[in-house]
């Protein structure tokens, strides 16, 4: 059963970088998955960031594309998040998970990892 | 991107059935996914493709669609099932391969 688990800094300044990495564990990185981030800010809803695929084809939010990049680590079995530019708007939770595409091209993400919160703040 | 539009809010009496709705251009293309929220917790896979149900989601919960619109149906709805439901499609908007979610749909069972 794969299970991810996020890391990486809780704090990040203004303008700064964010940067997270997703464990992943019970599966292989290189499987037919579109591996995913998603974040959520404070009472708010569930917003697709981006994701990539093994090869290293990526998909990102449009609304973040210019700021954000999605890699993989096959040799560590993860995947990384790298935000730039970082305002208070991008203080979230912040989901790694599994995404899959069925055979009529629809999409589902699970299992999700635990999230972790990222605030940008001075 | 495609929009997914949800209702902020629902209320369903205890044993009753009701039924969250989504609407998106994107639906007319792909099948919804659906996710279960509490409080604190991860999202939670609960209905995906035609109406698939991952192992260990109850079988009071189903999905289903009608051109635009997407529905995810608790039928006798419990006390657990309070919680935020988020639907979700792929978007193949501008030929632009992405991911859209729905504003989320907060639960309460009286």
């Known amino acids: 059963q794969v299970h991810l688990r996020e890391s990486g800094p809780g704090l990040v300044k203004p303008s700064g970088t964010l940067s997270l990495t997703c464990a992943v564990s019970?599966?292989?990185?290189?499987?037919?998955?579109?591996w995913t981030w998603v974040r959520q800010s404070p009472g708010q809803g569930l917003e697709w960031i981006g994701e990539?695929?093994?090869?290293?084809?990526?998909n990102y939010n449009p609304s973040l594309t210019r700021r954000v990049t999605i890699s993989v680590d096959k040799s560590k079995n993860q995947f990384s998040l790298r935000l730039t530019s970082a305002t208070a708007a991008d203080t979230a939770v912040y989901y790694c998970?599994?995404?899959?595409?069925?055979?009529?091209?629809?999409?589902?993400?699970?299992?999700w990892g635990q999230g972790t919160l990222v605030t940008v703040s001075a | 991107s495609s929009d997914l539009t949800q209702d902020p809010a629902v209320s369903v009496a205890l044993g009753q059935t009701v039924r969250i709705t989504c609407q998106g251009d994107s639906l007319r293309t792909y099948y919804a996914s659906w996710y279960q929220q509490t409080p604190g917790q991860a999202p939670v896979l609960v209905i995906y493709g035609k109406n698939i149900r991952p192992s260990g989601i109850p079988d009071r919960f189903s999905g289903a669609t009608s051109g635009n619109t997407a529905s995810l149906t608790i039928t006798g709805a419990q006390a657990d099932d309070e919680a935020d439901y988020y639907c979700?499609?792929?978007?193949?908007?501008?030929?632009?391969?992405?991911?859209?979610f729905g504003g989320g749909t907060k639960l309460t069972v009286l």
């Open positions: 019970g599966g292989s990185i290189s499987s037919d998955t579109w």
């Open positions: 979700s499609s792929r978007d193949n908007s501008n030929n632009r391969l992405g991911v859209v």
């Open positions: 998970a599994r995404g899959t595409t069925g055979v009529t091209g629809e999409n589902w993400i699970d299992p």
């Open positions: 990539i695929y093994p090869s290293g084809s990526a």
